[in-house]
Every structure is written in C-alpha cells, then in structure tokens.
Nanobody, 129 residues
Framework: QVQLVESGGGLVQPGGSLRLSCAAS????????ISWFRQAPGKVREGVAC???????????YYAESVKGRFTISRDTVKNTVYLQMNSLKFEDTAVYYC???????????????????WGQGTQVTVSS
C-alpha cells in the first residue's frame, strides 16, 4: 500500500524559502517515482517536480519551467522522505502542494498527472508579504 504524507507548508514572504517533505515507506521509494504537484484556487493542477524510483536507476530529475532554478527535488533514503526545497518564492507559488506516486519512472506525461496513481493529502504554501 502506498501512503504519502506531506509536511512543511506554511506562510513565507516573497523571496523566502520553504522545504516540503513527503514521507513514504522504503518500498515506495524503491518502486515508485515521486512527484510534487500544486493547485491554486481556480487554476489547473500543475506538475512541479519529479524524481524516478530508486530501482529504476534513472537519476534524472524533472521540473516545470516555472520553478527551474528555484526548486529542487531530492530524496533521503535513510529517512524515506522526498523533499522539495523551494527558494526565491513568489506570490504565484501560493498553492496547495501534493506529493504523488507514479509507477517506476517519471514518464513523458508526468507533469499532467495522468500516470499518477497515489496522492498525499496536500500541504498549503502561502507566499505573502
């Protein structure tokens, strides 16, 4: 069973940083690619970043153009956690952020969520002065 638990959201000023965490089991990280999505009120869900499973041996990471150079996805295999480090935050980064799992690798359509099978409950990120 795949369970994903997000944490780390909150209120931050523009230009600030936050780190989101997605806790999962070791087997989940071994077998499933983990992505971060976000959805702001009235907007379409957006794929933010993706990292393929450990067993896939695909070490690449993928990012939406809107966050490249500012966000970093990473994985801690000791803590069984995937992180999303968010720097230089902007007002438009305000959204509910979801951790999600797709089988094995970040597919060509990872960012639209069509291959995603499991979702976390979400954590609110608010960028405001």
């Amino acid at each position: 069973q795949v369970q994903l638990v997000e944490s780390g959201g909150g209120l931050v000023q523009p230009g600030g940083s936050l780190r989101l965490s997605c806790a999962a089991s070791a087997s989940t990280l071994n077998l499933w690619a983990i992505s971060w999505f976000r959805q702001a009120p009235g907007k379409v869900r957006e794929g933010v970043a993706c990292i393929s499973s450990i067993d896939s041996r695909d070490g690449r990471t993928y990012y939406a153009e809107s966050v490249k150079g500012r966000f970093t996805i990473s994985r801690d295999t000791v803590k069984n956690t995937v992180y999303l480090q968010m720097n230089s935050l902007k007002f438009e980064d305000t959204a509910v952020y979801y951790c999600a799992a797709e089988w094995s690798v970040c597919g060509g359509l990872w960012s639209d969520g069509s291959e995603t099978e499991h979702w976390g409950q979400g954590t609110q990120v608010t960028v405001s002065s």
